[in-house]
């Protein structure tokens, strides 16, 4: 953030509930929920994610290199507190 411009080699990684992640480089979106199901955006040409490129055969290869991103070890679900 104190430097904008530097490079960066990674992928950011997010993560929201339980087991569904996000993988987002300069191009790509990638995201894989819980229940095995995927949706895969290319920024360059949908900026606004209408375009669920992930089912195209022709995008297996950049699936796969952003998947290699995704946590592999869930962390324990932590308890909720009763009232």
């Known amino acids: 953030m104190k430097i904008p411009d530097a490079q960066w080699d990674r ?24 229940d095995g199901s995927e949706e895969l955006y290319d920024h360059h040409s949908d900026p606004h994610e209408w375009t669920n490129l992930a089912k195209d055969p022709a995008y297996d290869a950049i699936k796969e290199e952003l998947r290699t991103w995704s946590p592999t070890e869930i962390a324990p679900e932590v308890p909720r507190l009763r009232k």
């Open 11 to 34: 992928p950011a990684v997010m993560t929201y509930l339980r087991n569904n992640h996000a993988v987002r480089n300069d191009r790509w979106r990638y995201i894989r929920y819980a």
